[in-house]
């Protein structure tokens, strides 16, 4: 049977709430070091006021005036920024280590994809993400969780959501997922079918030709919708950045030797984002190999339910002859020069993990794909601002998200550590503010 309505739901969704869904509250979060998603030094000693949704003062401790019916949260000795964001997730899976098993397993046990999507949006939340993009469910389910979430009917990341992708050729997952198409007035019809569903963005997956990538980015536009393209081959790379595509996901990794350096200048040029992608198996796979205990992680025990967890213990056994993994050498071997072409040439990057994918887990693969950015030299300021400012200006979302200002809604984390020191001090935040209200695990 399904896991909604069960013992197991009831572990699957606990969270401490401090206050009802709707309420409107004062919230103060007093004392610790601000960085404010700018790379300009931080406040120290700070002070966010909080009324219901939206920040209504921030600054020094000392020079704000803390509201008397106000909740006050002591930050002191922790650091308050913005909410994270992650462009690219899958909340269908959860880092089980093979598709070809897991939608089948799905199938045996009666367990519902919006089920499984529940338990990501909530892992997600819980490990800073409070604003993530969904790219690839079925349509229904897709829609259905990110309303639930809106209403404040069950804890989550706030979802933008693609719904099914667009793609020449339906392979890999099931049928639900993707459309397929064979000619552009296709790919325009299912922008148009997606658009009057009520999606967020248009995700279009790897295969198509310049034509249909031409055809759903103008259908997009015209619905005010971006288009995030799945695009690894210079060629593809090419086709999507000249015809409009909104974001280059997946650029330069899965083993792709570097770019010439006439692209990568054209995409720094034309300031489209790249959102490689690169942690889920080039660093990932060496840090399992290193630590497997992380695939025992107690969150993991926490958020599924047994028979769940039981599942993707199974899966992990040998993980390392997983098909997932099998060009993960080749990856290796070009990692460092394909994310680092884009950190060196000053692209406008974007963070997004593709969790969900084997043994890349939601929560904590926006930690390590932040930090392998850092790892090649960005700097962690830089690093916090694609994460969270940058990524919601690629959304078209910066007037509201991305930074702690006044007036913007109140998405906020805080976490032990100074991560401009250790970009670790992201991993398992003490305190996530989404909206305004404060979660902890």
């Known amino acids: 049977m399904g896991l909604r309505g069960t013992k197991s739901t009831l572990v699957v969704l606990g969270l401490a709430l401090a206050a009802p869904a709707g309420a409107q509250q004062r919230l103060a979060l007093v004392g610790g070091m601000l960085l404010?998603?700018?790379?300009?030094?931080?406040?120290?000693h700070a002070a966010v006021v909080i009324e219901g949704a939206r920040i209504v003062a921030v600054g020094r401790a000392a020079e704000i005036e803390i509201p008397d019916d106000a909740e006050v949260i002591d930050t002191s000795g922790r650091v308050m920024l913005p909410g994270l964001i992650d462009l690219h997730a899958h909340l269908a899976i959860l880092g089980h280590g093979s598709y070809g098993r897991w939608f089948p397993w799905l199938e045996e046990e009666g367990i519902s994809i919006e089920e499984v999507m529940e338990i990501s949006a909530k892992q997600l939340l819980l490990a800073g993400v409070t604003t993530a993009v969904d790219l690839a469910a079925p349509l229904e389910a897709s829609i259905s969780l990110r309303d639930r979430i809106a209403r404040g009917e069950i804890p989550g990341a706030r979802m933008l959501m693609s719904g099914p992708w667009i793609t020449s050729?339906?392979?890999?997952?099931?049928?639900?997922f993707q459309i397929g198409v064979s000619s552009p007035e296709e790919a325009s019809e299912a922008v148009e079918r997606l658009a009057a569903a009520g999606v967020d963005v248009i995700k279009a997956w790897a295969g198509l030709t310049r034509e249909d990538y031409q055809a759903?980015?103008?259908?997009?536009?015209?619905?005010?919708?971006?288009?995030?393209a799945h695009v690894y081959g210079p060629e593809e790379v090419r086709n999507a950045l000249e015809t409009g595509i909104d974001v280059l996901t997946h650029a330069g990794s899965a083993g792709t030797p570097p770019y010439e350096p006439e692209l990568v200048r054209d995409i720094v040029v034309a300031g489209r984002p790249v959102v490689i992608t690169g942690a889920h198996r080039v660093w990932v796979f060496p840090a399992t190999v290193q630590f497997p205990e992380r695939l025992q992680d107690p969150r993991l025990r926490q958020d599924l339910p047994a028979v769940m967890y039981e599942e993707f213990q199974r899966s992990f056994e040998n993980f390392h002859t997983l098909g997932y993994f099998q060009t993960t050498p080749r990856q290796m071997f070009f990692g460092d020069a394909s994310l680092g072409q884009f950190i060196d040439a000053g692209a406008v990057m974007g963070m997004g993990t593709d969790s969900g994918t084997p043994l890349n887990f939601h929560t904590e693969a926006l930690w390590r794909e932040i930090k392998a950015h850092v790892d090649l030299g960005m700097a962690p300021l830089d690093a916090i601002a694609a994460a969270t400012r940058i990524n919601a200006r690629i959304l078209g979302m910066g007037d509201e998200l991305g930074t702690i200002e006044v007036g913007k809604l109140?998405?906020?984390?805080v976490i032990d550590g100074d991560p401009r020191f250790d970009i670790m001090a992201l991993d398992d935040p003490v305190l996530v503010v989404k909206d305004g209200r404060p979660y902890r695990r």
Request: overall charge negative; hydrophobic content about 40%.
């Open 36 to 44: 404010d998603g700018y790379e300009v030094p931080p406040v120290h």
């Open 169 to 176: 050729a339906v392979r890999f997952w099931p049928p639900e």
């Open 216 to 228: 759903i980015a103008d259908t997009a536009h015209e619905h005010g919708l971006r288009v995030h």
């Open 410 to 413: 109140a998405d906020i984390i």
